[in-house]
């Protein structure tokens, strides 16, 4: 399965009585990066969970291309997410949580992917158990873990989270990478210096609606506040 873009058409989310997302609208295409940013609760990790299947809208719909969404195997694996729980196994070591996942991918060369990705990650000499690693180390290795089945949707929470300047610079390579490469991204982040530069576009969660941040002058945080006293 392919698409070109991801689509959200009025899409609203409650839980109970509480509305955390109300009519969003808004669409991002192949070869595009879109920050998503706003205060805690805003409802950033909401709407990634919607894009990512695993949590169904109130009302509304996405699509997916042409498709509307569905819980499917298929479109599943063209998605790729990084979420506050990095999903590493601590007893095992990054080569070992690499080989693990690209099994359950269905990666038919998993020794290579894998040795790319350990690269990638700068973890390539580490035979220890993750469970000894640094923050920023284990968040490397879940994005890695994120992409090793090459998604086609790309959905990133906080993941400078934990990051030092060297592996920052890196991430923001490979998400310029991404974008290169065709993929849809999304980023969810707090860090407005990290991320400017590298997504084409921004915007502003706040109480439950959805602003575009205009492309204009100024640096991202700049037009942050402008938006966010706008809206």
Do not use: W
């Not at 998605?79 to 999903?87: A, Q």
């Not at 040795?115 to 640094?134: H, V």
């Not at 439950?208 to 966010?228: C, F, N, V």
């Amino acid at each position: 399965m392919d698409f070109q873009s991801i689509s959200f058409t009025d899409v609203s989310r409650h839980f109970g009585r509480r509305r955390v997302l109300n009519k969003i609208n808004f669409r991002c295409t192949a070869g595009e990066t879109v920050a998503l940013v706003g205060a805690n609760g805003a409802g950033k990790s909401t709407l990634l969970g919607i894009a990512a299947t695993l949590l169904t809208p109130s009302s509304g719909r996405v699509h997916y291309g042409d498709s509307v969404s569905a819980s499917t195997a298929e479109l599943r694996a063209r998605i790729g997410v990084l979420g506050h729980d990095l999903f590493i196994y601590p007893e095992l070591s990054a080569a070992e949580n690499l080989a693990f996942f690209a099994r359950a991918y269905g990666i038919r060369d998993v020794t290579r992917v894998v040795q790319s990705a350990l690269e990638r990650a700068g973890l390539d000499e580490r035979d220890d158990p993750a469970g000894r690693f640094s923050r920023g180390m284990r968040q490397r290795l879940a994005l890695e873990r994120a992409l090793l089945h090459e998604p086609r949707l790309v959905l990133l929470d906080e993941p400078f989270t934990g990051l030092d300047d060297a592996a920052t610079a890196a991430l923001r390579g490979r998400l310029i990478d991404l974008r290169d490469a065709g993929c849809i991204v999304l980023v969810a982040t707090h860090d407005l210096e990290t991320i400017d530069g590298v997504a084409d576009h921004a915007v502003l969660l706040r109480g439950g609606r959805l602003t575009a941040i205009d492309d204009g002058p100024g640096s991202l945080r700049e037009r942050y506040r402008r938006a966010s006293r706008e809206s």
